[in-house]
């Protein structure tokens, strides 16, 4: 896992979450998102929550913006919903990784 995408993970989740991160083929997830979310096609980003503590993330490596695309995630496993108050924290936590390079 990238070192800013760990810290950021920490930050979001704690540094006791056990999160695993896939880049995955464009078939790979297409396959994942057709058989959890009964959903046609391949999508940019999946994320599946274990556990309390324990999660992963399917990012599509022909996603653009993979940076925003994780955060956006640990704030699905954090349990948010697509909603104003995750549009907000997801502009809290931008800048930190944006500006981690």
Known sequence: MKKKWEKIKDKVLGGKYDLSVVIADSAMMKKLNETYRKKKGATDILSFSLSPTMGEIFI??????KDYLFIHSLLH??????????DKEEQKIWPEISSQG
């Open 77 to 86: 496993l954090k349990g948010l919903k697509h909603s104003k108050k995750m």
């Open 60 to 65: 599509n490596k022909k996603a653009t913006q």
